[in-house]
């Protein structure tokens, strides 16, 4: 009876051996699995601070353009005001004959 119950006692013994080696090398695995997704998390988070800079550069340029062509328009208004109202005074506005 001795012998089986130091023999379970070993069997024992060795299989939380066993399980210790085995959780180590779990949590070993996992430690480089983590560190390679916070690798790639630092990369997509550095990538998305450098798009959220371009969008705000393209939003910066889009209200500026908005802004430039509102001007242009009212200059491009003024300048055919200028010019049909010079075409008046000097009688140039008269159809051609065709032909």
Do not use: C
């Not at 070993?10 to 210790?20: D, E, G, K, P, R």
């Not at 180590?24 to 601070?49: D, G, M, Y």
């Not at 353009?65 to 055919?80: A, G, P």
């Not at 049909?84 to 005074?89: P, R």
């Amino acid at each position: 009876m001795i012998i089986l119950l130091t023999a379970v006692i070993l069997l024992l013994f060795v299989a939380m051996i066993y399980l210790a080696v085995y959780s180590h090398r779990e949590k070993k695995k996992f430690s480089e699995k983590i560190a390679a997704l916070e690798a790639i998390i630092v990369q997509i988070t550095r990538k998305q601070l450098a798009q959220s800079g371009q969008v705000k550069l393209s939003d910066d340029l889009n209200e500026r353009l908005k802004k430039s062509r509102v001007v242009l328009n009212e200059d491009i208004f003024t300048l055919n005001y200028e010019l049909f109202d010079l075409l008046s005074k000097n009688d140039l506005l008269k159809n051609k004959p065709e032909g």
